[in-house]
């Protein structure tokens, strides 16, 4: 086999520093087309912040309800996966055997604590909180029961504790087992029916931005008509076209996604004093969630996305028309 001569082994090394070039053209002219279009739309403030002000209403509605709903299941799971149960013993069991029933419990795997509330401290409980202490003191003896209170573990679902609750209710001292398992139900399915609500409210207004920077995208088509004809003329292809005009919706989503950003922080805070009101009647120190940095970096990611989608569903549609073979 011959060695390569000069020639040859000069043309293989033109051809690798060839490589590269073809990167560096289809690099720059990305960036030929994300600052030329960023520069067209800070020529036209008053149009861009208008087109950014309408993504930024649509997408602002389910960004805060998506916030709201996730504090309200934050909330709700202290009351949902606590999985507190209430054991009435029979008034005629003793402090002692309730104290051994209750070591008895501690045992199972299913029951993470105990609390054992004797006859005498739930009569002092009732007085406490009853308003009826002077009628009390005039029995004789102490109506109350004994009473358990356990947490089970937070992997139970609502029917493992009930059928927990039924085994208990077997026992001979247990006269009843308070477990409302109807209401954790109903708030579960209230969540959920919540929770579908607002993914569908996004989905429709994710559809009406991608519409929205259609319309803005078509305009401005409309706008540099001449412009592209000339282009064409000078043998520009429709990728060539298209890049300026799908980086102008990347800047309507992006924008857009900035001020929704801006718009959910301020209608949050508006709730935040309301909600610590709230919170205070019930003895409770609540503080509402806010979208933080991750979430708004992903509302601008998704805005920007739905940007560019509106983008190129126009331009499919205008190109093909004005010149179906290219």
């Not at 086999?1 to 690798?16: L, N």
């Not at 799908?246 to 992006?254: E, P």
Request: charged share 20%; proline share 4%.
């Amino acid at each position: 086999m011959m060695p390569a001569g000069p020639r040859q082994r000069g043309a293989e090394i033109s051809g690798c520093r060839g490589r590269p070039s073809r990167l560096f053209v289809f690099a720059s002219a990305h960036a030929q087309g994300f600052f030329s279009s960023l520069g067209r739309l800070v020529k036209k403030p008053f149009s861009t912040l208008t087109a950014g002000l309408v993504v930024a209403v649509a997408l602002s509605l389910p960004t805060v309800l998506y916030v709201l709903v996730d504090n309200a299941r934050l909330l709700s799971s202290g009351f949902v996966d606590s999985n507190q149960v209430t054991i009435f013993l029979r008034p005629a069991v003793s402090d002692v055997k309730a104290e051994s029933i209750a070591g008895g419990l501690l045992k199972r795997p299913e029951i993470m604590s105990v609390r054992l509330i004797t006859k005498a401290q739930a009569l002092d409980e009732f007085k406490q909180y009853s308003g009826f202490s002077a009628a009390i003191g005039i029995l004789d003896q102490n109506p109350l029961p004994a009473l358990i209170q356990f947490d089970s573990r937070s992997e139970l679902d609502p029917d493992q504790l009930a059928r927990l609750s039924r085994d208990l209710e077997r026992m001979s001292e247990v006269d009843f087992v308070q477990f409302d398992l109807q209401w954790i139900r109903r708030l579960r399915g209230i969540m959920e029916f919540v929770e579908r609500g607002v993914e569908m409210l996004s989905l429709l207004l994710g559809v009406g931005v991608v519409f929205v920077v259609s319309n803005t995208i078509r305009l401005e088509l409309r706008t540099r008509h001449e412009e592209i004809v000339i282009a064409r003329l000078l043998g520009a292809t429709n990728a060539f076209i298209r890049r300026p005009f799908l980086y102008s919706g990347f800047w309507y989503g992006l924008v857009g996604g900035i001020l929704a950003a801006a718009l959910v922080t301020l209608i949050l805070a508006s709730f935040e004093e309301p909600i610590r009101h709230l919170s205070s009647l019930y003895d409770a120190d609540y503080q509402l969630s806010h979208l933080g940095l991750y979430r708004m970096i992903g509302l601008c990611a998704v805005s920007s996305l739905l940007g560019i989608a509106g983008a190129w569903m126009v331009l499919f549609d205008q190109l093909r028309k004005m010149h179906p073979h290219r």
